[in-house]
Structure formats: C-alpha cells, structure tokens
C-alpha cells in the first residue's frame, strides 16, 4: 500500500523553501536589477530594516550593481535577487503552499510580468528537510520504487541525481549532523533539489504551474518514497 501525502503538518520540518525563478533579461543587465527593485517595492517587499542595502540613484534610472545580491522581505517571506534570477524563501516557520506561498509567488510573478523586462525560462524548487535529533538513516526507505541504489550508512551524507521526464532531480540525505541551532546536538537532513527550463516566456501561467508541479513532485519523493507514514504521524499531518 502506497503512503498517503499529507496536505500539511502541524509541526513542520521543513527549514528552507527555496523557490527560484530564472529569467533571461530584455534590458541592459546593469539596469534589470535596480528595476526589478522599484517594481517590488510596489507590491509590498521591503528592504530589511536591521541592513542598509540601498541601491544608487543616477539621474532618473535605478541602479545596482549587477553582481550585488539584494535581499527583500515581506511578512514570512523573503526574496534574493542573485543575477538573472527570482530567489524565494521563507523567514519563519513554513506557512504553507497552497494558502499563503503560492499567492505571493503569483502576486510578485503577475507584477514583473512585462516582456519589455525579463522571459522566465526556469523553475527550481530546493526544499531543505531538518530533522532535530532524530536518526534519519533508522527511518527511510530505500528508494526501491525508482531503483537507487548505493546506500550506505557508513556515509555521513548521501547523494543521488537522475532524470524523470524533463525534471533534474538530486536527492541529499544527511545524518549525524550538528544542528544548525545547536551545535552539540546532532540532527539530520533531507534536501530535495528540482529542476526544469522551459521555453522562454512571459505567461505566469505557465511558470506557476511548472512550480505547482515541481512542489507535488516533491511531496511525492518526500512522503510517497522516503518517509514512512508512521514516522510522518509524529508531526501532525492532515490528509
């Protein structure tokens, strides 16, 4: 019997949520940035107040130097601009696709969607798994359903990396970690890496539904392949 997927868990392990969208930019690569800047800020993301991030104003045009990374935030989220690319995040504690992330990718994606600016050509989905304390390599399943092999518990960490359809997939699992909010106390980690191109394009249709799949696909190796149920049930989850 397959393992049910869960809609949500109310104690959520999930740690990063890291959304990115890569574009190809239709303007002069030194002026994309403080552009995509001004246009953000109208749809409500903010500059950090604790770091002191201001772009340079010349003349009547907006600009940041291109290898600079900014960092916007709005409520639990946040969004890095590293060069030719949308890079989202949570600040908190994972709200939730459906209901709260999604909207704000699709309300920002809506807002920048301008074929005189940028043509979306990828989408990549990198979800980072935090388990405190717990022995994860006592837990997992093997992967049978797609035929990994080469695991070994001798390994600190394992890595996988295939092909499904037009989806890159990597797959890193590591145990007997020190915990990133405590060093002394060991932990694990599950981080599922996805990615898919797509022909260059201004329709947020079509790049909110490659990232609505690649969020179901990752559900799928999450909890229909790596976790067993009842380990799952520890956490809270609602089907």
């Known amino acids: 019997m397959a393992n049910r997927i869960p809609i949500s868990l109310d104690r959520p392990f999930l740690r990063d949520a890291i959304i990115e969208f890569r574009y190809e930019p239709q303007i002069e690569p030194e002026l994309i940035k403080g552009l995509l800047f001004e246009k953000l800020r109208q749809c409500s993301w903010k500059l950090p107040e604790n770091r002191l991030q201001l772009p340079i104003r010349l003349g009547q045009e907006l600009v940041v130097q291109a290898n600079r990374i900014i960092e916007l935030h709005r ?11 949308l890079s989202f995040n949570v ?3 994972y709200p939730g696709y459906a209901d709260n992330y999604r909207p704000v990718l699709t309300e920002t994606l809506e807002h920048l969607g301008d ?34 092999e080469g ?3 001798a390994n600190r960490v394992v890595r996988w990396n295939f092909v499904q359809e037009e989806t890159l997939i990597g797959v890193t699992i590591g145990n007997a970690l020190p915990s990133r909010d405590n060093q002394d106390e060991l932990g694990s980690v599950i981080d599922i890496d996805l990615q898919e191109h ?42």
């Open 115 to 148: 074929e005189t600016i940028l043509h979306f050509t990828g989408v990549g989905l990198r979800y980072i798994n935090d388990f405190a304390g717990i022995d994860i390599y006592g837990v997992i399943q093997r992967f049978t359903e797609t035929g990994l």
């Open 198 to 239: 797509c022909e260059p394009t201004v329709e947020i249709k079509e790049v909110i539904d490659l990232a609505d799949r690649l969020h179901d696909l990752n559900k799928a190796i999450l909890f229909g392949q790596l976790l067993p149920e009842d380990f799952v049930g520890r956490f809270g989850p609602s089907y």
């Open 91 to 93: 600040r908190v504690q």
């Open 75 to 85: 409520g639990d989220f946040r969004l890095a601009l590293p060069p030719n690319a």
């Open 151 to 153: 695991f070994s518990e």
